[in-house]
């Protein structure tokens, strides 16, 4: 493949560190971390992007801008409800789940103790919160480059084999000592670096100075932020979608995994994202709860729940088999993050500006 003769995995996966903003000074950041020169790095980033292989997009700590995930399965289309409207700002992902209900899922501040009212919701309903969400960032060193291009590779039990051993190199970290994740000292941020992480979620390639112009801010004010406050808030730059997932006709699997031990969860979850079948994985910091969702043809989904059934009687952790949904991933609408403001909340797909700019008149020049 012509891609991998020209883009080694190590220069993909060191796109993972980087938490600089804008499309240069993160080619720059790149050189320097990888020892190449400047316009060569930038022609190898120009060639992902004009290829469109994957769609790069930013990650970030939930718990670091005062957020939690919720998810709602229900038989209820809450879309048609009118008491439950004033929560659709808070929307993250919408999908069908197979064969009759609807996928939600919510960004709420993460004191809420629960779903406030009136949204009331009945029938055949699971609620799951989670705190932490982790995005893919597949190991193309243990997998290959070709894993994201080809079913043969990505949906192969050898590439199932090597997850195995990778999740029992993470959990048996935790006895040697190693901490999956660490908490860290809150950090201060305010509306323009949300706005800054919502705008690198749409394009994590994205400009300065497209970034600036869309927020309405001078780039002085844009580069401070990605300075002092962005790094802190983002985990660096992950994979949102590869050439491999539409072999998956359109399926996506998500499964419960619980665990006596939250850090067993936490260290099961950095593992799974590192394969190319994992799109993200989500955690409580509480109890061991975490959500794993895969991009795999339907097919597989009796595969991997029987991995995952013997991996996790080796090493401590459980599949929940009631809990188990086949989503549609092309009915899905996405959305970005909320606001600090959150009744100012826009869809991705509909950025209204001029509300934005009276938003970001409300804080400080920062």
Known sequence: MKLSKLIRPEFLETLYRIRTVGKYQIVKELAKMSGEDVRSVLYKINTLLKGKYFYFSVDYSLSELGLKLVVVITNKNLMTEESSAKFMKFIKA????????????FYMPVNMQELPNPLKIGGETTIVELHERLRNKTSFTTYGIESAFFPEKGFSKESFDKLEETIG???SG????RVCTRDKERIVFDAVDLGIIKEL????????????????????????????????????????????????????????TRSSSPDIVKCLCEALVTHPTVVSCAYRNDVGLGMVQFVVPFSMVQFVVEFLERVGSKYGFKVSRDALW???????????????????????MSWNIDELRRVFSGFGEG
């Open 174 to 177: 935790l006895s040697r000592g």
């Open 169 to 171: 190199n993470m959990i």
């Open 326 to 348: 086949l989503l549609n991933i092309e009915f899905g609408k996405r959305f970005t993050l909320p606001y600090k403001r959150w009744e100012e909340y826009v869809p991705k």
């Open 94 to 105: 919408i999908a069908y789940v197979f064969p009759n209900k609807y996928f939600y899922s």
């Open 201 to 256: 979620e749409k394009d994590a390639f994205a400009k300065q100075v497209e970034i600036a112009r869309a927020l309405g801010i001078s780039v002085g004010r844009l580069r401070r932020h990605a300075e002092s406050h962005v790094p802190y808030l983002t985990r660096g730059i992950r994979l949102m979608s590869m050439p491999l997932y539409p072999a998956a006709l359109g399926s996506s699997l998500l499964v419960l």
